[in-house]
């Protein structure tokens, strides 16, 4: 499988709130750096954010646009995230089911078949604002 394949796997699996098949394509020990604190290391921390994912939000990418390079080792990727904000997550503000819609972007890092990396961007104050 190729790393766009890899990459479009992966966000299909995100979308259809399959976190197995995400983890399934995850390296043991992914690198997961946020748009804010502390990266995470491994499977079993990835595991943890994606449980803080499900309990807290409710989200679909929309408008996802792959973009590779030549030798077949990252994609970037750029979407729009269509969400509900469900339970109040640590520093955040309280959640009571607002909806919001914020651009965002990703890249990945891929060997073997296996994402290694995942870094995610998007405007912090602005889904602040949004969930206000």
Known sequence: MTALETAKQYYNCFNAKDFQGMLS???PNIRHEPNQGEPRIGI????EFLQLMEDSYD???TGLTFFTEPNDKKVAVEFIVSGKYLKADDGMPAAH????????AAFLEIK??????VTTYYNLAL??????
Do not use: C, M
Not at 97 to 104: D, F, I, K, R
Not at 112 to 117: A, D, E, H, W
């Open 25 to 27: 394509l995850l390296d």
């Open 44 to 47: 079993e921390k990835f595991a």
């Open 59 to 61: 989200e679909t990418l």
């Open 97 to 104: 089911g607002q909806s919001y819609v914020l651009p965002a």
């Open 112 to 117: 073997n078949g296996k994402i290694t990396r």
């Open 127 to 132: 889904w602040i604002k949004l969930v206000s």
